[in-house]
């Protein structure tokens, strides 16, 4: 929740909120270590343990789309750039994955990174387009990139195969299956969060401090000597790199990769989907798709899943949320996240936590 | 296979013509566009849902009042789209006047969505529907090609509607009013343009518009919530034609666009059709085509926005 800085504010024309003073960090660092990775192994552990298959599936789902959040994060939280086209990397990704496992039988702790690796020039080639066109251009550029992606590759033969399906079975490490709900889920925890841990730690670098001047203000920050083609590039190839990892976990989450159809996987809907949570979460913080992104999932999965249409109804109800985020509280829901904390700060008790 | 073997004139004037019919349908969606963002900076994406949600209300009239003409119901479909596009702007980007454009272009994607939904709940029991035609069955045919009436009745409507708005902007005090507010708000609001109506009504016009393309092209199609998105997409193409400002180059991208996409899969080239439009955009965007259609202060406007 660093750099709150004003551009999503700014977007929706409202002035900051002048930022209180930020309780001093009474506790010791040791103790906010230990609670850290208290949170890390109840979050490891309890699931496997106390849920059910099914929650468990649910809760990997989530950690999966958080790291697709992460993705927009990383191009609209830190340069300001605004992608219509997540879906497509995350698309890119769970082909590649599928089809290099199996038509390649590469063993998948390859395949994950290298679909997302593959997914990484292609981020840059719509990076490049996004150095000349700005803001509204380059959404509809990225919206219609995203239509013929969807219609023309995501239907050849030689991607998806004569089935129109690419199958993409759960991985193993020597004798340890990751097979059923629960082990993929710790599978798919300790990938999310190391990418989490990579993030808040990028989020903290020089780097990301470019970045926000970059998004905050171009002319200012070219003013001030920063390269912006350079941070914009790294921002689009981080994007596309944690979309395309997200859509390797989400088609061995699958395990069987549709293509076509009257309803395409991969199209505008999904984008719209990762975008969206991602808002209502927090655009700005590494925390915000992880919030949103597992308020979607519970919703579509858990809570509408007796309705066929559960995924209409919790696009509606995310368009509304996304539609008074926008009015009323452009930061997401972290911002009030921050605001109780800093409430209770204010009353001396847990200050730090 | 040769160049020859492969080209044939016939085919290529029967893909054109459907090309010009199907072209007429992205012009009206660009026509719309063009006019909500020139009232209020608005690059609408909600439009195609729009566009679905009203002819999912023709499909509903059609089912419920068999008796109903289909003039009727159309007409009355596009009183809903213009009661939906001025409710939008009302009820939302009246608020975001002072917003970023990204603002605005999420909280459209936002509405988008909203609409979507609530399609997708209301009509959960005709997710496929066919609607009917405004035009009698048939076609007309002359020499090796022909075209069906409802095609034709598409193009020759497109055509009317948008030389009637292109005069409208031209000659009335509300088409002044509009492109003074495109050109600047503050000195045209300072001359007593009253904003809110202004942009209300081109929500209006551009939610009637919607309405008009979903329902002339669906009938040749099916009805499902998805069905107006590449519609939509390729209506921005037409909008991008004439930089967001022209309504004749929109008139005419949309109609060109229709032409090219579809004549292509008469030559040896056919593989390009469905990625023509995001070739053409690609290459409009990149070549900043407004700066032909937009004047110096329109130009201002738009850099100012985006």
């Known amino acids: 929740m660093m750099a709150q800085a004003p551009a999503i504010e700014r977007l929706a024309g409202q002035q ?68 219509l086209m997540p879906a497509t990397f995350v698309g890119i990704g769970a082909y590649a994955s599928g089809r290099l496992v199996t038509s390649l039988a590469t063993p998948f702790w390859f395949a994950a990174p290298l679909a997302a690796t593959i997914a990484v020039p292609v981020a840059l080639v719509i990076g490049m387009i996004a150095l000349r066109l700005k803001g509204l251009y380059l959404a509809i550029m990225t919206l219609v990139f995203a239509n013929v992606v969807e219609e023309f590759i995501f239907t050849k033969p030689w991607l998806v195969g004569k089935g129109r399906v690419v199958d993409a079975p759960r991985p193993h490490l020597g004798g340890i299956s990751f097979a059923s709900d629960k082990n993929y889920y710790v599978l798919v925890y ?22 926000y001047a970059v998004r905050d203000n171009e002319d200012a920050a070219q003013a001030w000597g920063i390269n912006v083609a350079k941070y914009k590039l790294i921002a689009f190839a981080l994007s596309g790199f944690l979309a395309g990892f997200a859509g390797a976990l989400y088609a061995h989450w699958l395990e069987s990769v549709p293509s076509g159809g009257q309803r395409p996987l ?22 915000g798709p992880v919030i949103g992104g597992t308020i ?33 509280r452009p930061a997401g829901l972290v911002a009030w996240i921050g605001d109780a904390r800093r409430k209770l700060g204010r009353r001396g008790r847990w200050a730090g936590v | 296979m040769t160049l020859a073997a492969t080209f044939s004139a016939g085919l290529f004037a029967q893909d054109l013509l459907n090309g010009i019919s199907l072209g007429a349908v992205f012009a009206l969606l660009g026509l719309g566009v063009v006019l909500i963002y020139k009232s209020s900076g608005v690059l609408n994406f909600a439009h195609g849902s729009m566009a679905m949600f009203s002819t999912y209300i023709y499909f509903e009239i059609s089912r419920t009042f068999g008796g109903v003409p289909v003039v009727v119901a159309t007409l009355m479909a596009v009183a809903f789209g213009a009661l939906l596009g001025a409710g939008m702007y ?30 997708a709940f209301l009509w959960r029991n005709a997710t496929q529907a066919r609607v009917p035609q405004q035009f009698p069955e048939g076609s007309l045919r002359i020499g090796g090609v022909g075209l ?20 409208i902007l031209r000659h009335t005090t509300f088409g002044i009013a509009l492109r003074a507010t495109a050109q600047n708000r503050t000195a045209a609001k300072m001359l007593g343009v009253r904003e809110t109506r202004v942009a209300a009504t081109s929500w209006a016009l551009g939610g009637g518009l919607a309405a008009l393309a979903g329902t002339l092209v669906i009938p040749l199609a099916v009805l499902t919530v998805y069905s107006m998105i590449g519609y939509m997409v390729r209506g921005f193409v037409a909008a991008v034609v004439g930089g967001f400002v022209s309504l004749p180059a929109a008139l005419a991208g949309g109609f060109a666009l229709g032409a090219a996409q579809e004549s292509l899969k008469a030559t040896p080239l056919e593989q390009l059709s469905t990625v023509f439009a995001g070739l053409a955009v690609a290459a409009l965007l990149l070549a900043r085509v407004e700066r032909f259609f937009a004047l110096d202060q329109e130009l201002r406007a738009l850099q100012e926005l985006g």
């Open chain 2, 90 to 119: 009302l009820a939302v980007f009246r608020r975001m006047q002072e917003a970023g454009l990204l603002a605005k272009v999420i909280a459209s994607l936002a509405v988008a969505g909203i609409l979507q939904g609530t399609a």
């Open chain 2, 148 to 167: 069906g009436h409802q095609e034709i009745g598409t193009i020759a409507i497109t055509i009317f509607v948008g030389v009637a708005l292109i005069l």
């Open chain 1, 190 to 211: 300790l990938i999310v969060a190391l990418f989490l841990l990579l993030a808040y730690n990028v989020s903290r670098s020089r780097t990301a401090r470019a970045c």
């Open chain 1, 296 to 328: 979607w999932v519970v919703l579509v999965r858990r809570l509408l899943a007796g309705s066929p249409n559960g995924v209409n109804i919790a696009i509606s109800i995310f368009g509304a949320v996304v539609l008074l985020t926008m009015l009323y």
């Open chain 1, 266 to 287: 991969f199209g505008l809907e999904f984008s719209l989907t990762v975008v969206f949570f991602t808002i209502v979460g927090g655009v700005r913080s590494i925390w």
């Open chain 1, 16 to 83: 900051p909120p002048a930022e209180p003073p930020v309780a001093a960090k009474s506790s010791p660092a040791a103790a906010r270590a230990i609670a850290v990775a208290a949170l890390f192994a109840a979050g490891l552990a309890l699931p496997p343990l106390l849920l059910d298959s099914t929650w468990n599936a649910v809760l990997s789902l989530a950690l999966i789309y958080a790291l697709m959040g992460l993705s927009v994060v990383a191009l609209t939280g830190f340069v300001g750039q605004l992608s």
